[in-house]
């Protein structure tokens, strides 16, 4: 009866999401994603070319594309093979978008696991299947789309499900499981990579400490384990991308979002007020407007204070973007646009040199110039953190499920995104404080990459996106079930049967 309960939950969450899954155009990053994925299903080969000859490409990590372009295969096979310009839009998008309902299902699967095994409560099961399904894997801006932080926020589940499994029982195969997740993690996000391997140095001292004083956690065999997993899942990528591009590189991107966040650590003093308004909250921006400390629109607009700290909808977007695209730093006005001009304009000059991959060098000239940015002021790069770790708070989109831009919903939103926020942490210290394994095994993951995100980017709100279901299960653990066990770090605390 309970598996029959949560089975029929689970299929109401995913019906919920296939309705929001429109023929509405693929834009942007989406728009790359959709092109690799076309290109492998009908060429063979992850490419961003538009036209033979299709040269291998690493623009985009590779697993949302190879599932999407598997999905590509079964329209084929079903007698649908629309060309890559009727996916873009209209009813050829909407099929090639439905894809995402499989991710939804193994998302939705995997939070009902999290929950059983750590609660053990059907009550609590249900509820975080609902308020996940409804606050994340059924809002638009993340099933109605090509973007990647639908299947990392799965990708997280997944390998923080395992996880606990690993360090619940100390065997060597959950390990394994652990670095093969971790491996498709990184080929989902490739933040990821980086984080992943912290978390496993940090695994292997612990094993080698627990080793030395002859504690039984972890087995330093299963941290072995866990690293053949990881190693065997992204090497093959990279040994792709080192034979055919010339770089180990997962993605080819890294250097122009460090050199956001360079230029953004540029923001002097007076421009921080304006970047924590229109960074922030309906609520903050309501209260400090009324505290007089707030901004206005026209703040945001060509000649305001604030000018340049405005992405989108401003009276000077067109002409930033003209700018941006023909290469001209100087004449644009946001942060946004600048780093696109930039890369735009070392693309133009070498390709004038008849130097071969300029966007890729420009990418790399960049990314080399952010690092020197950053190290040269390595103080003001770690006091500018909590301004982008601000932005990543809100990244629960205005437009959910049955309410679009309601202000009453906004601001409920914006109160749950906070406390799921400070649930999360709270959770880990208490791991830490508790010496709690399982605690630590279900959020180590998304402050990993919560605090990558907020110290090595810009952090624009959907990049900390995929870490919204397991904050939302962060809330649901503290309230519903006040004090769990203890289960000390050096303790196995045997097999973690999920009882349905």
Same mark, same amino acid.
């Given at each position: 009866?309970?598996? %029959? ?81 009727? %996916? ?35 009550? +609590? ?36 499900? $395992? ?66 997993? $990881? ?44 970047? %924590? ?22 703040? $945001? ?6 000018? *340049? ?43 004038? *040199? ?28 770690? +006091? ?49 404080? *508790? ?26 709100? *959907? ?38």
């Amino acid at each position: 009866m309970k598996l %029959l309960i949560v089975g029929l939950l689970i299929v109401a969450m995913v019906a919920l999401s296939a309705t929001q899954i429109t023929g509405s155009e693929s834009q942007k990053d989406a728009l790359v994603n959709l092109r690799m994925a076309h290109n492998l299903a009908h060429h063979g080969v992850l490419s961003t070319a538009d036209r033979a000859p299709f040269s291998a490409s690493n623009a985009r990590e590779p697993i949302p594309n190879l599932v999407t372009a598997g999905h590509l295969k079964l329209m084929a096979l079903g007698g649908h093979t629309p060309s890559y310009g009727e %996916l873009v839009q209209g009813p050829g998008a909407r099929a090639v978008k439905v894809v995402n309902l499989a991710w939804v299902t193994l998302g939705l699967v995997a939070t009902v696991l999290l929950i059983q095994s750590l609660t053990g409560s059907l009550l +609590l099961v249900l509820i975080s299947t609902v308020m996940v399904g409804y606050f994340f894997f059924a809002v638009p801006m993340f099933v109605d789309t090509l973007y990647t932080e639908l299947q990392a926020s799965v990708m997280l589940l997944w390998s923080s499900l $395992f996880l606990l499994l690993a360090v619940r029982t100390g065997r060597r195969r959950w390990f394994l499981v652990v670095g093969v997740c971790f491996g498709l993690m990184s080929l989902t996000k490739a933040i990821f990579f980086y984080i992943c391997l912290l978390i496993t140095a940090t695994m292997f001292l612990q094993a080698l400490w627990a080793a030395r004083r002859r504690r039984p956690w972890p087995p330093l065999a299963g941290c072995v384990a866990l690293l053949m997993g $990881f190693s065997v899942t992204v090497m093959p990528w990279m040994v792709r991308n080192k034979l055919q591009l010339g770089t180990a590189q997962l993605t080819q991107r890294g250097g122009r979002v460090l050199y956001a966040r360079a230029i953004k650590n540029q923001m002097p003093a007076a421009e921080i007020p304006g970047a %924590l308004y229109f960074w922030g909250p309906s609520i903050y921006q309501h209260a400090s407007a009324r505290l007089g400390f707030g901004a206005t629109l026209r703040d $945001f607009q060509a000649g305001g204070r604030y000018q *340049r700290i405005n992405r989108y909808g401003s009276d000077f977007q067109a002409a930033d973007l003209k700018a941006a695209l023909s290469g001209r730093p100087d004449d644009v006005i946001s942060y946004h646009r600048k780093v696109g001009a930039e890369v735009n304009r070392l693309t133009f000059a070498l390709s004038q *040199r008849g130097a071969p991959d300029s966007y890729l060098l420009a990418e790399k000239a960049v990314g080399k110039r952010a690092r020197v940015m950053i190290a040269s002021q390595p103080a003001r790069h770690l +006091l500018m953190t909590p301004l982008f770790l601000w932005r990543g708070i809100w990244s629960w989109p205005n437009v959910g499920v049955t309410f679009k831009a309601n202000p009453v919903y906004v601001a409920a939103k914006d109160l749950l995104a906070l406390v799921s926020y400070m649930s999360l942490f709270a959770l880990f210290l208490l791991g830490v404080i *508790r010496r709690n394994s399982s605690f630590l095994a279900i959020t180590i993951l998304p402050i990993g990459m919560l605090l990558a995100y907020g110290l090595l980017t810009h952090n624009i709100p *959907r990049y900390s996106a995929p870490a919204i279901p397991l904050t939302i299960l962060s809330l649901v653990i503290l309230v519903g079930r006040s004090s769990m066990p203890a289960r000390p770090l050096d303790a196995s605390a045997g097999n973690s049967v999920v009882d349905m």
